[in-house]
């Protein structure tokens, strides 16, 4: 009887609500992190309105999912897209990996101000969704530019003020990137200044660390005290430990975010699955080498004495830190001054400069590449070992630390196109590192609930209609260092706000990605 009147009452509301799409037979991994279970969702306009059983329901599209994985759209944390969406709004690289949200702003390096940079991105008309932190060294940059020097106590005020109008334009948090410059000449108190602004908005604090190398334990510390003493969520972004004398350091870093957590600092993590970084050449260069920008660093480069520090620096950071013992480790990804560097490495190019490849005559190498505006590079430091374990770690979130490449152009690092599938197919389908349902939590339910997106990154009614129908015997990351101009496959079907952007693995001309902004931008104090 009971049902009997559930079946009316449900045939009674489909009458008048038809659904807009109505995926039907799915396996669904609602990104909680529990269980597969099987049912049907229901759509209309941007948001998932039913869910369970929905036979015959009325629906202006049906999609069949039987076999298939059904997950809440995945989240970056950690992109670097803000000149991609321009040139590729529909984001290719990511939504063919099942991304639906790009965080951008990371590293301490962000547009200022934040709100006219995200009007840009909104009338580019993404498919993606778009939000972004605001860069704490993009901030010092303003105030005080690549100054090596502490901040007068106006100096803060000003930076205050930045922040806290970034925050009203919708910042997710401050990032900072302490290894950079100019996040680099910072002390951990004026980070601890900035950070408090943005907790009395709710906002985070996410770092690209001072040290992931020798350091990478003290740094840790610093990233764990500054959400200590700001009264904020904190993150590791994309951890890893970088040099072999440094590998199995994740045994500690680990550690010290159990213990932190213990004591009741919201600490977490974010991480891509590759054994290699990117980043700018610069990385080979002390930092205060740099200080003053390119100009400064030409003159130190010809002065006899600081040019031999500067090199001795070099050869040690290729030995014991990102180059990873040997010149060949450093592969050059985008060289404006030359593309024909590009997919080259350090060793090569001291080669075929004439000179035999020793430590010394890479450091040459490496020096000459700056003077002309250096490249981005790709750095084969990490070690498999620290990467699974970092993974296993119920607070480690995915991030690719990627962007929207140039198709074809350049030797990018891979990860831009493959890291979420990657995760899915090398770590959980191969390697049984995580479940479905841990990975897919990693990516979208774990992501929002730390970004306070509260109406995604998880298959609930009343949530925003972010959906990927994936085939987990067949998603492949398909880029590699040699060719990353690869998408990724196996995602059937993509849904972005209610919208089909990938149907049966083409792209449709839908582009419904809205700019995000922290919720709600309004002082909770
Ligand atoms: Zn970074």
């Not at 040290?211 to 334990?217: H, P, Q, R, T």
């Not at 990804?333 to 005559?361: H, Y």
Request: one cysteine or more; glycine letters at 10%; hydrophobic letters at 40%.
């Amino acid at each position: 009887m009971a049902c009997m009147l559930q079946v009316i009452a449900l045939s009674f509301f489909l009458q008048i609500q038809p659904f807009d799409i109505l995926i039907q037979h799915a396996h669904i991994v609602d990104g909680s992190g529990n269980p597969w279970y099987s049912g049907d969702i229901g759509i209309k306009g941007d948001t998932i309105v039913s869910m369970g059983r929905l036979d015959g329901a009325p629906s202006k599209l049906t999609i069949d999912a039987h076999g298939l994985t059904v997950t809440p759209g995945f989240i970056d944390i950690h992109t670097h897209a803000r000149r991609g969406i321009f040139l590729d709004p529909a984001a290719q690289n990511y939504i063919r990996q099942g991304v639906t949200t790009l965080m951008e702003g990371q590293d301490g390096s962000s547009p200022l101000p934040l709100a006219p940079f995200l009007k840009q991105v909104a009338d580019a008309h993404p498919a993606v969704n778009f939000g972004s932190f605001v860069g704490q060294g993009s901030i010092r940059q303003q105030v005080l530019g690549l100054e090596n020097r502490k901040a007068t106590p106006e100096e803060i005020g000003k930076m205050k003020e930045i922040a806290r109008q970034a925050m009203l334009d919708g910042a997710m948090g401050l990032s900072s990137g302490l290894f950079y410059v100019p996040g680099n000449f910072t002390p951990t108190e004026e980070v601890v200044e900035i950070a408090k602004v943005v907790a009395s908005f709710g906002g985070m604090y996410i770092s690209h660390m001072r040290d992931e190398a020798a350091g990478v334990l003290d740094s840790v510390r610093e990233t764990i005290g500054i959400g200590e003493e700001g009264g904020l969520p904190t993150q590791i972004t994309h951890h890893k430990i970088i040099g072999a004398a440094n590998w199995g350091k994740s045994v500690e870093t680990l550690k010290l975010v159990e213990e932190a957590r213990a004591r009741g600092v919201d600490v977490t993590i974010d991480q891509y699955p590759y054994t290699a970084s990117s980043t700018g050449t610069a990385a080979l260069f002390p930092q205060w080498s740099q200080a003053g920008g390119q100009k400064a660093l030409l003159e130190r480069l010809a002065a006899p004495d600081e040019r031999s520090r500067i090199k001795a620096e070099i050869i040690q950071r290729i030995k014991v830190d990102r180059g990873g013992g040997d010149p060949k480790n450093i592969v050059m990804a985008n060289c404006s001054f030359d593309p024909a560097l590009a997919g080259k490495n350090l060793a090569d190019i001291t080669a075929a400069r004439g000179r035999p490849v020793t430590f010394e005559n890479a450091a040459e190498t490496a020096i000459e590449i700056q003077q002309k505006g250096g490249c981005q590079a790709i750095y084969h430091a990490i070690s498999e070992e620290d990467i699974e374990r970092i993974l296993r770690s119920p607070y480690t979130m995915i991030g690719s630390d990627g962007e929207i490449p140039e198709f074809g152009h350049g030797a990018p690092h891979p990860r831009s196109y493959g890291t979420f599938s990657r995760v899915l197919a090398r770590y959980v389908r191969e390697r049984k590192v995580l479940t479905l349902e841990e990975a897919v939590h990693k990516m979208s339910g774990y992501t929002s609930e730390r970004l306070r997106l509260f109406d995604r990154g998880l298959l609930r009614p009343g949530m925003k209609a972010d959906i990927v129908i994936l085939d987990p015997a067949k998603v492949q990351d398909k880029a590699d260092y040699a060719n990353p101009h690869q998408y990724a496959e196996g995602v059937r079907d993509l849904i972005i706000n209610g919208q089909v952007v990938i149907s049966n693995g083409q792209l449709t001309s839908a582009r419904p990605g809205r700019i995000l902004r922290a919720t709600p931008a309004v002082q909770v104090k």
